[in-house]
């Protein structure tokens, strides 16, 4: 199994950085999750999106003050290079980063030079793991909202995928957890709902599906876009972007997180609360059962989301 790393391709026990990495001592990194979806009749392995995931690294990078030396379509090359490799038959996770790959002690990211200050090295890595289910989709999970704030956009915008952000998550989500919880909802500091530790939220109220705007310190996701979209081609259901209080979850008829890794997770509780009958909603099921024809690349509609990665004979056994 190969990981792309400092340019070439080196088996995954080569691909290691520096414990004096900038990225690693300070967070200052970008990364994106893209999930590959093992297609058993096809014989053949989907990527979901890859170029909108691209896309979005590219965003997050520039908010970074960092360079990309890829296209997108050589990024998207490189995912399925790295995930023939491991010629997977079963369901992966792309994990490509973007990462301060200087050996320095100091924060700033830009140091002197000749000419003034330039921007201290970045490096762009990728590689790939064999992933399951991240949260339960077929049973409805339990969350709560948590005591630590979503990181506002002057903080560290959660527009940008960067790595020192998910200490923001990672703090959340341990507590939800420890608690009993299966996942947590974190509000911005004023106190609307954000979004989850990994995944961005949908309400269902009164019919019309219901998510925190693009403003309210989300990271704009490529599922939220997707879901936005099939409710609306497939099921006439249009998707609100607004403000959304913390009680509205607790009344919900239905709620759902939504994510690479979440994929659509249903909720049948929020902080002792129960939502709709506690069972996965007549909405959230009809967009599961949408969204796992479309990413296995089985809803030839959709098919120009899937990038096929295997040659067509690869993995023929
Ligand atoms: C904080 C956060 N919000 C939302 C999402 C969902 O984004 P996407 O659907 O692009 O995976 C993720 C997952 O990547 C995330 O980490």
Redesign the pocket.
Known sequence: MKAFFQGAYVDMADANVSVMTHALNYGTGVFE?IRGYWNGSDEQMYLFRPKEHFERLRLSAKILRMAIPHTDDELVEIARNVVCSGQFREDVYVRPLVYKAAHQIGLSMVNPTENGLGLIDDEFTLFAVPFGAYLDVDRPIRCTVASWRRISDNMIP?RA?VAGLYVN?SLAKTEAVEAGFDEAIMLTEDGHVS??????VFLVRDGRLVTPAVSDD??E????RTVMQIALEELQIESVERTVDRTELYIADELFL????AQISPVREVDGREIGDGGIGPLTGALQDLYFDIVRGVDARYRAWCTAVYPATAVQT
Not at 195 to 200: A, D, I, K, L, Q
Not at 221 to 224: C, L, P, S
């Open positions: 999750g959660a995928k998550s979004e989850g530790t990994g995944e961005n989300i990271l996701g490529v599922t939220r939504v994510g690479t890794g």
